[in-house]
Structure formats: C-alpha cells, structure tokens
C-alpha cells in the first residue's frame, strides 16, 4: 500500500501564507512550520499559552497557539487550564481521561492499556496518526514484523524492499518516567491534541506518514505520589514540603536502569509495547539540565554492541533536532553533553538494543508547577563548541516553558521523521538484518549455558531475563564440540564439548545485540578521555548471576541440532531416588532460602558439613525435609526451579533445624531507592519480611523478640550522623502519610515527620537487639554506619581513594569457605562494586581500627645486607627482633605478648571479625568495567561477620543485591540469614595470641 500524500502542493502553501495573520512569532522565512490560515485558533487557550510562557524566547511559533476544534476536547477540558499552567499537576488518571476523550472525539486517536504497575494502576500507550493509518496499524505491523525479524524474509534485500515502500514507521515517545520531573505529562496531552486537530502542512504530513505513539506517564505509582506531594505543597504555602520518599513501589531514579535485568512492570510494559508496534524509536522525556539536552548523541564511549548506523541515526536526529530549534529562536537546546552512552541500562536503551533507535531530553524543570526564578551555574550558561546559544544565567522559569521547549523539539524532530521514514525504515531493516548475520559479521555465533544441575537454578533465572529481553533461547538436541577462543589474545582457541540439553543463545537472531551486550564482558580504559562514566561501567551477567558460560565464535554450533526452550522450567524440580527424607544440595541456588518459608508445615534440617548420598555429593548448607510428601513439595521444587533426592535413612552428618527467620528491613525516611532494589530481590523470591524505619526502631525497645534479622540495606551515601539525627528539625514537620490531599502516600510506611532518624535509643535497640542474638545486615553506606556506631568491633573502612572502580565487575575469594555464608559456593565469585569499598579488619579496637602496629621487617633500617636481611650491630651477638607471621591484606595485625599485656583494646577472640570474601590479587581482580590503580584494594576484605554479644553484624563492601543483576551473590545474604544462629565460627584454639577470657558464645 503506498501512503497517499497529503502534502500541499508548493503553490497551495505559499498561497495559504499569503492569508497568514501577521505575528512577530510567525516569519515566513522558514516555511516548514507554516500553520495553516484557514484553521481558526483558540484564542483563549492561545492567550493563556502566552500568559503562563515567561519569555517569548521560551516560545516558538510550533507551540505559541492553539489550533480550534469544534469537535475535539482542548486539554483545558480536563485540567481546568492549559497544559503547563502554573500551580497545576495532574494525576495519571486525568491525564488518561484525557486522552480517552481524545479517542472518542477524533478518529485519529486510540488508547491501548498496556499492563499496570506493581501497585496495580494503569498503563497506557496512545497511537496518533491519520484513521486509514490507525486502521492498517495491524497490517503495517505485519510488515514492520518481517522487516524486524529478516529471516521470515530469507534475508532477501528484493524481498524487503517493497514492505519498506509500504510500512508506516511507529515513533514512541514516553513521558515522566522519573516522577520528580513533572512536566511531561501535560506536554504530552497537547502534543497529541495538535497532532490530532492541527492542519498545519507539516502536521497533516506527520499524521499521513507515521503513527506516534505516546505513554505520558511511565512511573504511575510515582506520578500520584509527585501530585501528592505537590498538592500538600500548595495547601501550606511558606511550608517546606516533603520530598518523594518513594516513587515507584520499589525504586526512584533507577527504574531508569532496569533496562538490562528487566525487574520492573514499567520496564517490560514499554518494551513488550515497543516491541509489539515495532516501533523504530523510543524516545524518554526527562528534565534536568537547563533548557533542552537532547542527548541522544550523547557523549562516548558509546556502547559497543550497537550497530554503527544507531550512532550515526542518532548524530543525524539529534544534530538536526538542534538546529530546528536554534531557527526556532529558542535558547539553550544542544545535544553533544556529558551524559556518555556506554551502559545499556536506560529505559530509552530498550530501542538501541533492539534494532531502534534511542532517544531521550532533558528539559529544564522545577520539580512541580511553581514559576520560579532560576539561578544557573557557569558550567550551564557557558557557551561551549557544541552549545553556542547557551542558557540565560538567571531565568524566571515556569511549567509552560518547559512544556513549549518539550513540544517544539518533539513537534520538529517528528518532521523531520516524517521527512524521511522511507531512509529510517531501511535502516530498521538493515539493523535488524545485521543483527540476524552477527554471527558471521561480528560474532560470536552463540552463548552456550552447559548443562549443570549445579547451576541450573541460576542459568534459568539469567535465561528468564533473556526472554524477558524477547531473545530466543534454545537446547542442544544431541552433544556438540565446538572451538572456543582462548581466554588471551595470542594464546591457541580451546574445544569443548558441550552435552545435550545445554542451552544455547544463537546470535543470528533478530535480538542478539542485547545477549551479547549481556553476556559479555565489558572494558572501560582507564586513560578514557571520558573521566566520568555516566553509570556502571560493568555488568557482565554471566559473572554476576555466576554462571558459566561459553561465547562460542566457531558457527559450527548454529548447524547443531538444538529445539526452541519454550518452557525453561520444564526441567525444574526432578525428584530422584525413594525414602521418606528428601535431600536438596545447596549449590548456590537463590531459592533455598525461600523454600524453608514455603514448607513451614514441614521439617527442615541444615547440614553443617558435606555428604554423599546415592552417589550424589550434597555440599554443607544441603536441606533435609521430613515431615512431607511428594504430593506437597512437588509444586514448590518446580516453582523454586530446586531438584531433590530422595534418602531411606539419615546421613551420618550434623544438622541443625533451618528456621524460618522473622526478617525485618529497616529503612531511613532519607533514601528508600538502594534498599527498594533488596525488597524488590525478597519479593521476587518469596521470602517475607516486616518494613519498619529507623523511627519504629527508636520506639521499639525489644527488637529481638519480633525479629532474628534485621537487614538495613544501603541508604545511598548518607551518612552515619544522618542517619541517626534525621534532617534538621528547624523548619516545620514533613509528614509521609496519606490524607485527603495525599490519598497515595503513606502506602509502604508512613511518619507524621520524616525528618526523625535513629536517634540514639534506636541505635541503643539495634545494638541490644545484636547482642541478644539477632543478625544485622548492613552494606556500603549502612555498613559504614555500623562501623561508626560500635556495633562491629575490629572492622574499619580501608582507605581506597586512589583506586579507581565505577560500578565494576570485580573478583573476589572465599577466606571462610566453612563459614555457612559460603555455603553452595566454590572458591571464588564475581561482585560488583560502586566504588572499590574494602574493609580492614584489626583484633584490637582504637583508631583505623587498631591498625597501629608495625611490622619489624617492614622497614628495615639503612645498613648492611639487602632489604631482606638483619642490620648487625658490630662487636656484639645478632639480637633477632620478635617477628609476627606475615600479614595478608585481608587479615588482622597478629599482636605479640607486649601488645596484649593489660591492653584494654583488645578484642577477645571470640568478638573478632570474621572475614568471609575478600577481593583477588591485582592482577586477576577486574572481570569487567573499569578498574585502575588497585593496589590498595587488592585482596582486601569486602565481606565481613562481625561479633557483639551473642549476635552477628555482616558488613558488605560490595551490593550483594542490586538492581536485579547480581543473582550470583545473592545466596551470600540468605544463606547468613537461613544460618543466621549459627554464624559463628568454631574458635581455632591454635590462635598465638589469645587471652585469658571467659568466653561467651
Ligand atoms: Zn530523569
């Protein structure tokens, strides 16, 4: 079908300009934006445009009317006022409302519901576009389908080429993923009324050509909470207001960077709507940096899995898209920044990774509809190369502004398209052909995930990623061998041999850049010019779900004969052997722990150490379960993917019963998004927990009788004094709870006051609630809090500050492979690391952790012999100085008799830290990203089981448990809290230094 041009003729536009109304905003210099004459305006929205706009430079003539329709609502019918006016946020419902009316009054409007949330409210997409358009959406999709996934079309050129010519491209725009950023919405209202209602040429020529497709609220659960706040705001004027402790149910900002592990409703919503349209953009409104950053050029590195035409599509849009709105007249709009486009972990990226093309603004904004003066920094007001018509240094700033510059650079990049679907429907192809042929362009040909019953929990947890992802996934049918590149540049390509059922991820699939961008390994070059990185520069998740995998470059493999893994957990769940005891080795799978609550009718032993059994090895930490039948526990083993043997008689190995532990998660009213990332990981593994905040926790004297764990996760860089004295208290109360104007808040928790912290009778309760035997878990931030506070004897932060690690992939050891935390591990593990955090650990208490002593040896003094060697003091016998055994980095100071002798500071042995994972050496320390200068951090410790009283405090340097990618160290968390009464390791008697004290267990 070719699309019927609706474009005037030249003569025909040039006539209808002749007509134009005369306005200082409406030069016929440039007459692609030339409005129509004949449509009538709405000359009381329009006035209202121009009275809210601060600056007729924050305005163009794309934006600075508004078209009349006689039959179609303005959004003025919903709002009250214009989209952007002052002292106006609407709710996610209104804005649906909205666009509902829209879709009844125009025939170039519909709405789709496309999922909900996690609070279960709505989400919705809506497709604009002429109605024949709308109408053959389903056919054009059917093209688009054979264009995205070539091999329908034997990856014939001849055989494209006409479905090109035929198809529509589908151009989606997403608004107000980050709830703080407000404007997007109501931007987006308008923009779909003038796309819907507007005659001008180039409109009408948008609407023919394309269908543009919106979502104008992305985080819904944190849109109401925004409006919410924002609405208390306005009830308390001069008042301080609360800011969003919470914005989607989980996390704030980073549910833009659930684009890799695919955790969020949100984040699968817009990709199964991106994918189901085969749109060829998917373009993220945001708000930041003064007054547009288009930054979809980006700065580099760039990604390196993406196809070189994306960098060239996105020079060619955003480039343009800059010089419209500079002929525009408005300030301030550049595209070359500092945002760098290396991680695919941004909601936009689900495009580049899937054969589109990723876009994203930021705006300027005021967190809500105030009209404000705004004081920019040099650094924003410079003129830079890529920024020669550079901000205003002070500017009063309102909603409508912002919505002008939001819908001028959407309405103008959106002609541009139009302009030239043709040349971006090609490139669609083309990108999508080449992601079919990777593996004989680029390679590899394949991932192979070998089969593994070890791993098998794992794998299916990364592979379910994958699909989430819409990668095909397969099995080998029969055993393959196929050649593996060695580990080294130069060093001879190994073979393989992989067995039948192992799983395969071809890469001559229509997806493989996003299982290659996943399942590789990443490097960031230290003297990169770019010396800030945007995000994680690593994220391997075949090192961080700590799963083995083969890239497989030999395309032997893609003629094997495999079968499609349409159910991935059909393998899950075998139970072998007969007995009434069933046994379940613990190999590291992230499912145990849940387990022990979804059989509380049963009984469950934890062995201590390692057994064979029906010629099966079952590792220490292995269940034991009686007390049930197969008809039960069936169901629960195929859901938590875990496989079991059934035993006749009990293992001759000690056991202790595995409680089911009262978990509590404590949360600060400071920062609720890093620790959203561990409820979300509890959650998705059915592990409960009581939520209470540090406010609970100051008014609770007795922790330890409701709960065996407490896990306070990262606040995100707050600090130790922060978290106990809450914000300042100098202005009024900031309350979190749900009211009349704020029905949605106060939905996880709620306070009259956020700003109360800890204080120090909720620091008292913790550390009482220890020493009675309870587990705390704290990590980065929090664990730096217990280190201040006392609760963890002999452990201090380590300087680090030299060695440089931006969220990188790095190597880390078992110290304690007894220890139950390491129970299913080998010997080493991948972890990931925001910023090289390491831990020393001492035996002593005191400054830096007591780590005061010296080693003799260490620095000899000037005199005869080498540096290994003894200086001689001459005319007399060698005196040999006391020699302490030579410390790792990872271990504490050993102390001589001299050092203990009535030395108050020193820990008894049974309170001294225990150290469980410590970094690699140096040299095999980077798996992937970035990591330079690390010799400080090097084999230094980064997990750490604390002692006080009769309870355990565990400390991690790394995040065991972010962002839904590190399913690899999870177990670290649940086995400390499935063993969470019996951490403590057996005391070595052997210790040379220990002193006379009665022990306490
Ligand atoms: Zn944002």
């Known amino acids: 079908m070719k699309l019927p041009h609706l474009l005037p003729t030249l003569a025909a536009t040039i006539l209808s300009l002749a007509f134009y109304p005369a306005s200082a905003q409406t030069s016929a210099l440039n007459d692609t934006f030339a409005r129509d004459s004949r449509q009538p305006i709405d000359q009381a929205y329009t006035d209202h445009i121009r009275k809210y706009t601060t600056d007729a430079k924050f305005s163009s003539r794309l934006v600075d009317y508004l078209p009349a329709s006689a039959t179609v609502p303005t959004p003025a019918k919903v709002l009250g006022d214009v989209a952007g006016a002052p002292d106006m946020l609407p709710y996610a419902e209104d804005v649906y409302k909205y666009f509902r009316q829209l879709e009844s009054a125009s025939p170039r409007v519909k709405v789709f519901s496309i999922g909900h949330t996690e609070e279960n409210r709505e989400m919705i997409a809506v497709a604009i576009a002429d109605p024949a358009l709308l109408q053959g959406a389903k056919e054009n999709g059917e093209r688009l389908a054979k264009l995205a996934d070539p091999r329908t079309l034997g990856l014939d050129d001849n055989k494209a080429q006409p479905l090109i010519d035929q198809s529509y491209p589908v151009y989606y725009i997403t608004g107000t993923i980050h709830s703080s950023e407000t404007g997007a919405p109501t931007a987006l209202m308008e923009l779909a009324y ?51 402790a919470y914005w989607g149910h989980y996390v704030a900002h980073d549910n833009n960077r659930d684009a890799m592990g695919m955790t969020l409703n949100l984040t699968n919503n817009v990709l199964n709507t991106y994918l189901g349209w085969h749109a060829q953009v998917l373009h993220d409104l945001h708000e930041s940096v003064p007054f547009l950053y288009d930054n979809t050029v980006g700065d580099g590195p760039y990604n390196a899995w993406i196809d070189p035409t994306l960098a060239d599509e996105w020079a060619e849009l955003g480039w343009n898209n800059v010089s419209q709105m500079q002929s525009l007249g408005m300030p301030g709009v550049f595209t070359h920044g500092d945002f760098d486009t290396w991680s695919p972990g941004y909601l936009m990226f689900l495009a580049g990774m899937h054969n589109g093309i990723s876009r994203l603004y930021e705006t300027f904004g005021n967190g809500g509809a105030d009209t404000e003066k705004r004081i920019l920094q040099p650094e924003e007001y410079s003129r830079t190369w890529y920024r020669q018509n550079p901000p205003l240094p002070t500017v009063m700033w309102s909603q409508r502004d912002n919505n002008n510059y939001e819908e001028s650079a959407l309405l103008s990049t959106l002609a541009y398209f139009s302009r030239n679907t043709h040349h971006f429907l090609e490139n669609y192809y083309l990108k999508s052909k080449r992601s079919v042929q990777k593996p004989t362009l680029d390679g590899p040909a394949a991932y192979v995930l070998p089969t593994d019953a070890a ?155 390692a057994f064979d059994a029906e010629g099966k090895h079952f590792g220490a930490g292995s269940l034991l379960i009686t ?113 009349e104007i704020t029905p949605n808040l106060g939905f996880l928790d709620s306070t009259p006051d956020m700003r109360v912290g800890l204080g120090y009778d909720g620091l008292a309760h913790l550390k009482s609630f220890v020493e009675k035997g309870g587990l705390l878990i704290t990590c980065e931030d929090t664990a730096q809090f217990a280190i201040d506070t006392g609760l963890a004897p002999g452990v201090s932060i380590a300087p680090h500050d030299d060695a440089r690690v ?41 400054r830096q952790g007591g780590r005061m002593l010296t080693d003799p040896y260490e620095r000899r003094p000037t005199g005869r012999g080498g540096p290994e060697d003894s200086d001689i003091t001459q005319g007399r016998q060698l005196a040999e100085p006391e020699v302490t055994p030579k410390q790792q980095p990872w271990q504490p100071k050993q102390l001589n008799e001299d050092q203990m002798r009535n030395n108050p500071q020193v820990i008894p ?75 403590r390791q057996p005391v070595s008697t052997a210790a040379p230094d220990q002193p006379a004290v009665s022990g306490v267990r």
Do not use: C
């Open 627 to 739: 007390q049930t039948d197969e008809q039960t526990l069936a169901p629960i083993l195929h859901t938590l993917s875990l496989d079991a043997m059934r035993l006749s008689a009990s293992p001759s190995v000690a056991t202790h019963p595995a409680p089911a532990p009262r978990i509590a998660f404590m949360h600060t009213w400071l920062g609720t998004q890093t620790e959203g990332w561990w409820r979300l990981a509890f959650d998705k593994a059915g592990v409960p927990f009581s939520y209470i905040s540090t406010q609970t926790v100051a008014s609770e004297g007795d922790l330890r009788s409701k709960y065996d764990v407490i896990i306070f996760a990262p606040v995100g860089r707050s600090s130790s004094q922060e978290i106990i004295n809450g914000l300042p208290k100098w202005g009024n109360a900031l309350p979190w709870q749900k009211s």
């Open 806 to 846: 931006v969220g990188s992939v790095l190597n880390s050891l078992f110290v304690a492979p007894s220890s139950p935390i390491a129970n299913g591990y080998g010997p080493t593990l991948p972890v990931i690391s925001a910023n090289g955090m390491v831990f020393n650990v001492s035996n002593t208490l005191g």
């Open 455 to 609: 791993e098998l929990n794992r794998q299916l947890q990364l592979l379910k990623v994958l699909k989430l992802q819409h990668v095909e996934v397969q099995r080998l049918s029969q055993a393959v061998t196929s050649s593996v590149p060695a580990a080294k540049r130069g060093d001879k390509p190994t073979t393989q041999t992989f067995p039948a059922g192992s799983y395969v991820v071809r890469l001559d699939q229509p997806f493989s850049r996003v299982a290659d961008a996943l399942l590789d390994k990443q490097y960031w070059a230290p003297d990169d010019p770019q010396k800030h990185p945007y995000d994680d520069t690593g994220w391997s998740f075949s090192q961080l779900f700590n799963v083995k995998t083969a890239r497989v470059t030999d395309s032997a493999i893609l003629k094997a004969q495999m079968t499609p893994a349409t159910d991935l957990d059909q393998d899950a769940g075998k139970i072998n052997g007969s007995g009434a005891i069933y046994a379940i080795a613990n190999t590291g799978q992230t499912s145990l722990l849940p387990l022990v609550y979804a059989l509380k009718q049963a009984h469950v032993e934890t062995t201590e150490k």
């Open 909 to 983: 042995v049974q309170y001294r830290p225990e150290v469980i994972l410590r970094f690699s050496d140096q040299k095999t320390l980077l798996l992937s990203g970035l990591l330079d200068k690390a010799g400080s951090i090097a084999e230094r410790a980064i997990v750490v089981n604390a002692h006080l009283g009769n309870g355990n405090v565990l400390l991690f340097a790394n995040n065991p448990v972010y962002r839904g990618e590190t399913i690899g160290s999870y177990s670290l968390v649940f086995n400390a809290i499935l063993n969470y009464d019996h951490l």
């Open 194 to 244: 003038r796309l819907a209602v507007d005659d001008a040429p180039y409109i009408k020529y948008i609407r023919s050509h394309m269908i543009v497709l919106i979502t104008p609220v992305v985080e819904v659960d944190g849109r109401d909470r925004m409006v919410d706040t924002y609405r208390w705001h306005k009830a308390h004027p001069g008042e301080q207001w609360p800011r969003l």
